[in-house]
């Protein structure tokens, strides 16, 4: 499994991004997809996740600010993140599970800047 990562950038707090990963190649096991974020000197933390099934989880931060979303004939995950806050600012990474076994893969990080 392949994953693209696209979509950061660098906007200004109140803002809006939208990131996007595309996976390809072995894809049909796929269960869950997320997405990750690690800010300098900060360990990373799982800031979303969608489960084939239809579940969706959010880390505390961004409930309310961030959706993520699943195009499953694009073997595509968003992450729609509104209200951006400088405390946004991170490398953000997407992962995909194969039949729910961790680490799972891992695609190449985009940079979300917000500036106060």
């Given amino acids: 499994v392949q994953l693209q990562a696209s979509g ?3 906007v ?13 190649g072995s894809t049909q096991g796929i269960s869950r997809m ?29 409930k309310g600010r961030f959706t993520i979303s699943r195009d499953n004939a694009k073997n595509t995950v968003y992450l ?8 946004d600012t991170a490398v953000y990474y997407c992962n995909a599970l194969v039949h729910e076994r961790p680490p799972g893969y891992w695609g190449q990080g985009t940079l979300v800047t917000v500036s106060s």
């Fill in 12 to 24: 200004q707090a109140g803002g809006s991004l939208r990131l996007s990963c595309a996976a390809s």
């Fill in 34 to 62: 997320g997405w990750y974020r690690q800010a300098p000197g900060k360990q990373r933390e799982l800031v979303a996740a969608i489960i084939l099934g239809g579940g969706i989880y959010y880390g505390n931060s961004v």
């Fill in 8 to 10: 950061g950038g660098l």
């Fill in 80 to 87: 729609q993140m509104n209200s951006l806050k400088p405390e």
